[in-house]
């Protein structure tokens, strides 16, 4: 799912995105207040909102969204994309 899928099934009334696909998303803009994105993969290429917290049940996938080598840990927050970078490494 990319993040345009996202929003549109956002905007179609679906808040439960459980195991979302976000890797390389761009979500800036979006209002995520209410989306479960319980063990949804990101990627540091994903895009979020301004003062968006990702929640610690969310997945880091660090060489791609088809990767097996993921951790599902409290990524730092997404205010500080450069943090996001060295994750990566």
Known sequence: MDGQELLDRYAAG?????SADLHGANLQGAILDAVNLS???Y???T???EDFTIPSD???VSEGPNSQETESVNPPPAS???????RAD
């Open 43 to 45: 990627h540091k290429a």
């Open 14 to 18: 679906e808040r439960d995105l459980t």
């Open 39 to 41: 063990a949804a993969q």
């Open 58 to 60: 969310m997945k880091f």
């Open 47 to 49: 895009t979020w909102p």
């Open 80 to 86: 500080d994309p450069q943090s996001l970078d060295q």
